[in-house]
């Protein structure tokens, strides 16, 4: 079977031949000899990926294959795969752990849902976040369609994504993702996934610029910033949908949810907790704060141009942005630009061909 193989060096998506002999996995790049992998299979984990994919690793390697999981499956022999085992195991402890946290949980749901918000959040079980996450995902997904064009798009996106994370403590596996969408916004969903639209990448005019967006938004996830926003706007509700969901309520509920939260907004406090958090994440990878800068300066200075009100979205859901210009104006320094001009280009192909 084929797949994509990423080496963790470079951004390239390399499309690989995959054999499995005496319990070995390899893949084989097509164009390249010498670009493969070979792990054993019982080390091969396993992690959703893009609809309908399997992003494979192995320990400390940085190579990741993605494959197809249902061909994958037949062809590993994994049946019922090991995420989906893992899951109602974790399932069973998530609802044991919120019935250990009983009244007292139950009286802060009901009685000071917003104000609890924080402390709420960091008690949520990352099971439980990553689950009501990915309700969430799905749900937005119906209103913004996923960037198709290129898949080396969405690559270098995700990789990116993956590179800042990797200063990161976030309990969740970074997933950055193009959708698209009629204004310049960026989302951090509960559980690891964020979302750019691609009218943001449009308007970013360097790599750099986007790189900031996603620090900041990793930030929102590692500090656990969406699962706050999501009891405060949910509370009782949120819960029922985590322990009843599934059931038939729990669509419904979480397009609710997805409703409410593609207005949200952080605090003043959160955004600028978020965009401290950002600028040390683009320093580990020696990138230049100078982009954050230009980026929200531009915002801040489009506010009121109606031609580009759509532009002012990001300003919407996140004010002081002149103020959040400077700060990291401030300590800009030199850096490595985030991305190489060639696959820049490739990226902002990527959305433009589906663009309205
Ligand atoms: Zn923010």
């Not at 190579?63 to 085992?85: D, Y």
């Not at 946290?101 to 802060?108: E, I, M």
């Not at 979302?195 to 790189?211: F, H, M, N, Y």
């Not at 926003?229 to 038939?248: E, K």
């Amino acid at each position: 079977m084929e797949g994509l193989l990423y080496d963790g060096l470079t951004s390239r998506a390399w499309r690989v031949e995959i054999g499995l002999q005496a319990g070995r996995v390899t893949a084989q790049a097509l164009d390249d000899p010498h670009v493969g992998i070979d792990w054993p299979l019982e080390e091969v984990r396993e992690a959703a990926h893009a609809a309908g994919r399997y992003r494979l690793t192995r320990g400390d390697d940085d190579a990741r294959l993605v494959v197809e999981i249902q061909p994958w499956r037949a062809f590993s022999g994994r049946s019922a795969n090991a995420i989906a085992r893992r899951g109602r195991g974790t399932e069973w402890g998530l609802i044991a752990g919120l019935v250990g946290a009983g009244a007292t949980l139950a009286a802060v749901v009901f009685v000071g849902v917003p104000r609890a918000a924080g402390p709420l959040a960091a008690w949520t079980p990352p099971a439980l976040e990553a689950r009501f996450g990915s309700n969430m995902e799905a749900q937005f997904k119906v209103a913004f369609r996923p960037c198709k064009g290129d898949p080396s798009g969405a690559a270098i996106l995700s990789d990116l994504g993956d590179r800042l994370a990797e200063g990161s403590t976030s309990a969740f596996d970074i997933r950055v993702q193009a959708v698209r969408a009629p204004f310049v916004n960026a989302f951090a969903l509960p559980g690891g996934a964020i979302l750019v639209t691609d009218d943001l990448i449009a308007q970013a005019r360097t790599s750099d610029e986007l790189a900031a967006v996603i620090a900041h938004e990793i930030a929102h996830v590692e500090r656990r910033h969406a699962m706050q926003a999501a009891w405060r706007s949910m509370g009782a509700g949120l819960l029922l949908d985590a322990v009843v969901g599934g059931g038939t309520g729990a669509g419904q509920q979480a397009v609710l949810l997805a409703g409410g939260f593609a207005d949200q907004r952080f605090s003043r406090d959160l955004e600028t907790e978020a965009d401290a958090r950002a600028i040390q994440l683009l320093g580990a990878q020696d990138i230049s704060t100078r982009g954050m800068a230009d980026f929200f300066g531009r915002m801040a200075n489009r506010k009121d141009d109606p031609r580009l009100r759509r532009a002012a979205e990001w300003f919407a859901t996140h004010p002081d942005t002149a103020e959040r210009a400077h700060r990291a104006a401030a300590v800009a320094a030199h850096g490595t630009p985030a991305l190489s001009e060639a696959d820049w280009r490739v990226l902002k192909a990527a959305c433009q061909v589906v663009r309205r």
